[in-house]
């Protein structure tokens, strides 16, 4: 462990932001130059395919107080978050975007709410500027849902743009699921909250990473990680078809009572065996999902694996317990390591 840790880590994933880094960096320089604390930023790069990872090395080898995570492999925006909180040193972590539409002069902020006493201050969207309707609507409705979902308090319209004191980060670290949701697993957790508006700003450069497909799975991670509402659905459904098939057995014995010449029609006959089909094809996807979960949760395989890490010394951060057999070496310059 370091003799002196820093007030402040900012812990910043990257995939595919070549872009954007000058600018980034640009603006961390002037605003921690401005901030009179010490301070350490954590960049994980998340496989980036483009040059995102050359141009943080060089940063790196720049400044001392820029360190480096390469991941093995792409893992996610969720892992690399994950892995920066494994190293970061800080006694205040914040966790924010490459693409500069969460700017870091909120931390000011945060910081003051900090020192107030508050162990996590979340950064509240107020304005959503360059997005599409579709995109804010589909969020405004995602996190409505989700806090009716679970049984404790989530912070509507945040997302992971945050600080976390070192007992929340701490307490983080302990829990090591691989379908990850840090906006619910801080909520879950608990600690003294408060947060902080802000307007999100438009990408700098570049386009989303988070196209439709990955916010939909996005979201489904979420409901499906601390809600078993989605099991509770599957037995709502065959309630809903044993009704239906009581109300046609029931019409039937009627028509045959009637003595009506008509014959079960062939329309009625197609409609349920769609909808039994249907539904019954949900259900096993459902269970299917979760089994899936619990296959890969027993097999417990590292979160990620990481195939350099740039300005960190050794032992200076407690790692999580890797599977038996794999070496948690650490380094200046480490390489080919897992967690």
């Known amino acids: 462990m370091t003799e002196t840790r820093p007030t402040l880590s900012v812990v910043i994933p990257v995939f595919n932001e070549e872009e954007t880094i000058p600018e980034l960096d640009r603006r961390l320089r002037a605003f921690l130059g401005e901030l009179g604390e010490s301070w350490e930023v954590v960049f994980v790069d998340d496989g980036s395919r483009d040059g995102s990872a050359r141009l943080l090395q060089a940063l790196a080898e720049q400044e001392p107080r820029y360190k480096l995570i390469s991941f093995g492999r792409n893992f996610g925006h969720q892992i690399a978050i994950t892995a920066g909180m494994d190293r970061a040193e800080g006694e205040a972590v914040v966790v924010m975007d490459a693409d500069l539409q969460d700017p870091p002069e909120v931390v000011r902020e945060m910081l003051a709410r900090w020192r107030q006493g508050y162990d996590v201050v979340y950064a509240v969207r107020k304005r959503r500027l360059g997005e599409t309707w579709f995109k804010r609507l589909s969020a405004l409705i995602f996190y409505r849902l989700f806090r009716a979902l679970l049984g404790f308090d989530v912070v509507l319209d945040a997302g992971d743009f ?10 983080l670290r302990s829990l090591r699921e691989r379908h990850r949701f840090i906006r619910g697993l801080v909520g879950w957790i608990g600690f003294r909250q408060a947060s902080v508006t ?52 029931a019409w039937a014995l009627y028509v045959k009572l009637e003595g009506t010449s008509a014959v079960p029609g062939w329309t009625t006959i197609m409609i349920l065996v769609a909808l039994g089909s249907s539904a019954q094809l949900l259900v096993v996807g459902i269970l299917g999902a979760y089994v ?14 990481v195939a350099r890490e740039i300005n960190f010394a050794a032992g200076e951060a407690p790692r999580p317990p890797s599977p038996p057999g794999l070496s948690a070496a650490a380094g200046g310059t480490s390489e080919g390591k897992t967690t």
């Open 292 to 305: 899936g979960r619990i296959y890969e949760e027993v097999q417990r395989r590292p979160l990620y694996t």
């Open 198 to 249: 802000y307007t999100r700003q438009e990408r700098f450069a570049g386009v989303t990473k988070y196209p439709l497909r990955k916010m939909l799975g996005f979201a489904f991670d979420g409901i499906t990680s601390f809600s078993a509402f989605p099991l509770r659905v599957a037995t709502w459904l065959g309630a809903l078809a044993a009704l239906l098939a009581f109300g046609v057995g």
């Open 162 to 171: 945050r600080l976390m004191s070192r007992p929340v980060v701490l307490t």
